[in-house]
């Protein structure tokens, strides 16, 4: 029997490791920011992740993918974490997410 990976457990380490990053629960989510602005969040069985506005079209074409309720129109979307995960690729996800945040908030402040 092969040992199953605890999504959370997964997705908390790999996201603590980023610079200034801290994990709260918000509207009993975990919530994944970079000092106060998030990054990623987890629900039941699925991760949602900030894009692009402009790019968000492009993972929307992709079925695995749905616009995030509620936020969506700021440029998330929302990814299953139904097995089989792909790691690779919430990984990438979230690191690209976490580089957006981060370093749009950053311009801001120049």
């Keep these: 029997m092969s040992k199953q990976v605890n999504p959370l457990a997964r997705i908390r380490n790999f996201c603590l490791q980023f610079p200034d990053s801290k994990e709260v629960i918000q509207f009993g989510h975990p919530f ?30 992709d079925p695995r993918f749905t616009k995030t309720p509620y ?11 139904n097995p089989p995960i792909h790691w690779e690729e919430v990984e990438e996800l979230i690191r690209g997410s976490y580089e957006f945040v981060s370093t749009k908030k950053a311009k801001k402040r120049q």
């Design 32 to 61: 994944f920011k970079w000092r106060d602005k998030p990054f990623a969040v987890l629900d039941e069985n699925d991760i949602s992740i900030k894009v692009e506005k402009e790019s968000q079209p492009l993972f929307l074409e």
């Design 71 to 81: 936020i969506g129109n700021h440029g998330w979307i929302t990814l299953s974490l």
